[in-house]
């Protein structure tokens, strides 16, 4: 049997690293299983839903990586809804209820003083027709709860492991507001089901959600996916990280020009047993993925964190993949500069310092040696040994070796005291510019 899998976003924001996660390990289960990724947007929430989101979304997936074989949209779903939703009213699994929410609030205060949970009682399970059509001769119209089993509900979650609910604890959920419009759940529910999603990978906020839902889904006579329900992400402080989703943004981090494989090997491996080490593609982390290492404890992220992998990916990042962004730059001039880079962006800092103008830093003691440095410059052609030969004639030269013979043509030749390797800049700078600034 083929895997199918589903990320489904409500599109009333953009996504964030904690969403992204959920993205990136639906999509190396696909990739693992070779199985099917559905993007499905859960905007059944027409009011705060918006296809500019939607787009938003689409666009932050691209850029992970992420290639949905099928996209849905819930709110083109609504006749299949309504169709489901009588059939349940039908058999008795949705009943209507006519309490306000102040009334609702009251009974679960009263609930709450005399020290019982504030489950709801089903009254409205009790109405006579005669008591409905009260209501509704009051202007009053009904929202639809769903009649649970209350009974152990049981599943084996392929990151928690057993998960036992016993959903006589839970309120009968309202599936379907007074408005007509459907809560998440159920929607959820049927498309799982019409789509054949096999498993349903998700933060560990749906837990509860999930014994409703398989309830749900035996109504239906729907097959019972697998589940797997991940820690949810906090900051670096420990805190939820709804506090700062802005800077947390997908879009936001894609403009601050880190890397998506930055992004995606430090999302992938967060919370895992394996150490988190930049993966340059899907592949690489698709070998050692398994739900299995997910930790149940909450997994930290930490920016500065993502800082250091990003600088680490660059590191060993090959032309190919970049040479696309640095349009004009050579081979050599990547594997010179990415060494000493955090960010892409970065290396255009050592182009200026290659190609100029630079202020070369010059102290007095060194203006003699500089000059003995200068007539000992090779001819061109130039290559990656030039420095080496240079700079064991200047040695002979001067009598100068170790830090007082590199730290002053460092300075001369880049006016800077850091920098990537002499030897590889060297014959990027150029003998003309080298001349130039040892003047
Ligand atoms: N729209 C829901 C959410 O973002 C989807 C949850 C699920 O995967 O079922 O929380």
Redesign the pocket.
């Given at each position: 049997m083929s895997t199918i899998v589903?990320f489904?976003?409500?599109p009333t924001g953009r996504i964030h690293i904690g969403?992204a996660r959920?993205a990136i390990l639906n999509w190396l289960f696909a990739l693992k299983s070779g199985g099917q990724f559905i993007l499905r947007y859960?905007d059944t929430d027409t009011a705060r839903s918006t296809e500019d989101y939607a787009r938003g979304i689409a666009t932050d997936l691209a850029w992970l990586g992420i290639n949905p074989a099928r996209v849905e949209w819930q709110s083109r779903r609504f006749a299949r809804y309504d169709a489901v939703a009588d059939d349940l009213r039908a058999r008795g699994f949705l009943y209507p209820c006519y309490e306000t929410a102040d009334e609702l609030d009251r009974r679960r205060k009263r609930q709450q003083a005399r020290g019982l949970p504030p489950v709801y009682d089903r009254a409205a399970l009790k109405l006579t027709d005669d008591e409905k059509r009260a209501f509704e001769a009051q202007g009053r119209k009904p929202h639809w709860r769903f009649r649970l089993a209350q009974k152990q509900v049981e599943w084996t979650d392929l990151i928690r492991g057993p998960v036992h609910i016993d959903t006589a604890n839970l309120s009968d959920p309202v599936l379907i507001r007074e408005d007509g419009t459907y809560l998440?759940t159920l929607p959820?529910v049927i498309d799982d089901v019409d789509f054949g999603v096999t498993h349903?990978i998700?933060?560990e906020?749906?837990v509860v959600?999930t014994a409703v839902q398989i309830e749900i889904t035996q109504a239906l006579g729907g097959k019972v996916p697998s589940y797997a329900h991940h820690s949810l992400l906090t900051g670096a402080d420990g805190k939820g990280l709804s506090k700062r989703l802005g800077s947390l943004s997908i879009g936001q981090m894609r403009e601050d020009g880190f890397e998506a494989m930055a992004v995606v090997s430090h999302a992938a491996l967060l919370g895992t047993s394996d150490n988190i080490h930049p993966c340059t593609d899907y592949a690489e982390l698709v070998d050692g993925f398994d739900l299995h290492k997910l930790s149940r404890a909450p997994a930290r992220f930490d920016e500065t964190e993502l800082k250091a992998l990003n600088a680490k990916l660059l590191h060993m990042t090959g032309f190919d993949a970049v040479a696309a962004r640095l349009p004009g730059k050579t081979e050599a001039f990547w594997l010179a500069v990415r060494g000493n880079i955090e960010k892409l962006a970065d290396a255009e800092q050592w182009a200026a310092v290659i190609e100029g103008p630079v202020t070369p830093v010059v102290a007095d003691e060194d203006r003699d040696f500089l000059a003995a440095a200068r007539a000992a410059l090779p001819a061109e052609p130039w290559d990656a040994s030039t420095w080496k030969a240079w700079t064991e004639a200047v040695k002979t030269a001067t009598g100068r070796k170790g830090k007082p013979l590199f730290m002053p043509l460092r300075l001369a030749l880049t006016g800077l005291d850091h920098g990537p390797e002499l030897a590889a800049l060297l014959p990027l700078i150029g003998r003309n510019r080298v001349l130039d600034r040892l003047a």
């Open positions: 589903r489904a976003p409500s969403n959920t859960d998440y959820s349903v998700r933060g906020d749906h959600n």
